[in-house]
């Protein structure tokens, strides 16, 4: 199982789309899987046969783990999967009965499961005991399906226990909503976080998108006005285009927002890559492209991987402030809140006028950057989405001294 995004840890097989015996070429579809982020098809890296599947549709596997066997007109080795033994099955039968092996006793302490590392997690998750599973995967091998369908057994025993409560709908958590859950959990328990607000004025931002639309042109979002703001403050703040890795801050060249996309079910970040060299429209296309991708569960591996920062929006929603979770290994997290009318003094003569205003919240690690940096930041990001003409030139306007 290849790794198709920076956090997978295991993917779902949906369908394979080729049979044992098949031919393919480099390029064409092998199967459908579902990672933690998206459901995308893995094309094959070169020409082949598939010679035997080893996890069949709907089983969870991890990343390395076999999956299929080739053929590619070489004599089909024997493929050892992990855990499994090494030592050649003799051609007699042995003397002692068949129906002694170490699951004839599946609750004796002695035996080790044979199970994938995917279900000892989720076992562990769950409080389940592999010793009372019988797998269904190759060789019976418990699968990290195997072990939901446990989990689920036992809590259906014991639902008469919440009668309390009325009848109790245990909801199994997609692969995609298990990993969030873990993600951030880490995120909360390993990042010592710190918050910075600030109020922008975007009152000429919005006159400026009006008046695009009273032209009929091509319309950015407010959104897009701040991936583009907010690429360009990386440039110039590089500390916060960083992780925290191993004790030491890596900061990267590239700067790659990732923009938040909330589904039916999940929550979802796809990268605008390079998005300090793109000028605004390239940033809303791409946007635009990878939000439907992101709704419609298509997002490709590339869509996922290296992003170095993240925006989320929920003021499209009405919000008008919150704090975001960091999505590590990042650094910070941009959390945007709802563009919104207020009256404001006007200046400094005890006169009141309207104002459209924006409430933006920086999370940051504390262990990369601090608190007088993420001021820096938000004033220099308050600073180009209070002038967004200059948002919508060359790239290098953003950045000082272009």
Not at 339 to 366: I, K, S, Y
């Amino acid at each position: 199982m290849p790794r198709l995004s920076d956090s997978m840890a295991d993917a779902v097989i949906l369908r394979w789309l080729k049979r044992p015996g098949d031919a393919f070429e480099r390029g064409e579809g092998l199967i459908e899987v579902e990672t933690d982020k998206a459901t995308v098809v893995y094309e094959a890296e070169s020409d082949g046969t598939l010679a035997a599947i080893l996890a069949p549709d709907g089983t969870t596997v991890a990343v390395g783990e076999p999956i299929a066997t080739l053929a590619n007109g070489e004599p089909e080795a024997t493929v050892v999967r992990p855990h499994a033994t090494a030592t050649p099955v003799p051609a007699t039968p042995r003397a002692e009965p068949a129906e002694v092996t170490p699951r004839s006793h599946p609750g004796s302490p002695g035996d080790r499961p044979n199970a994938t590392p995917v279900a000892k997690r989720r076992a562990v998750e769950l409080g389940v005991a592999l010793h009372r599973i019988v797998g269904t995967g190759p060789g019976g091998r418990i699968t990290g399906d195997d072990v939901e369908r446990e989990a689920a057994a036992q809590s259906g025993t014991t639902a008469g226990t919440e009668a309390g409560k009325g009848a109790v709908d245990v909801v199994e958590l997609t692969p995609t909503q298990s990993t969030i859950a873990r993600r951030m959990a880490e995120s909360a328990s390993t990042i010592p976080v710190f918050n910075v607000s600030t109020d922008v004025d975007v009152t000429a931002l919005t006159e400026l998108r009006k008046g695009a639309r009273d032209d009929g042109g091509d319309v950015a979002s407010l959104n897009d006005f701040v991936v583009k703001a907010v690429a360009g403050v990386l440039r110039e703040f590089p500390r916060f285009n960083a992780s925290f890795v191993d004790g030491s801050v890596e900061c990267y060249s590239r700067v790659n927002v990732g923009v938040a996309v909330a589904t039916e079910d999940a929550l979802l970040v796809p990268v605008v890559h390079d998005a300090d060299r793109k000028s605004l429209a390239e940033i809303g296309a791409d946007t635009r492209r990878l939000a439907d991708a992101a709704r419609r569960r298509v997002l490709q591996p590339d869509d996922l991987q290296h992003g170095t920062f993240t925006v989320s929006n929920l003021g499209m929603f009405g919000v008008r402030s919150f704090t975001a979770i960091i999505d590590p290994p990042q650094a910070a997290i941009l959390a945007v809140g709802s563009a919104r009318r207020v009256p404001v003094e006007a200046n400094g003569d005890d006169r009141v006028a309207f104002r459209t205003v924006m409430t933006v919240t920086l999370t940051c690690d504390h262990r990369v950057v601090y608190g007088a940096n993420g001021a820096q930041f938000l004033s220099r990001l308050r600073e180009l989405l209070e002038q967004p003409l200059a948002l919508t030139c060359d790239p290098a306007v953003t950045q000082r001294g272009g």
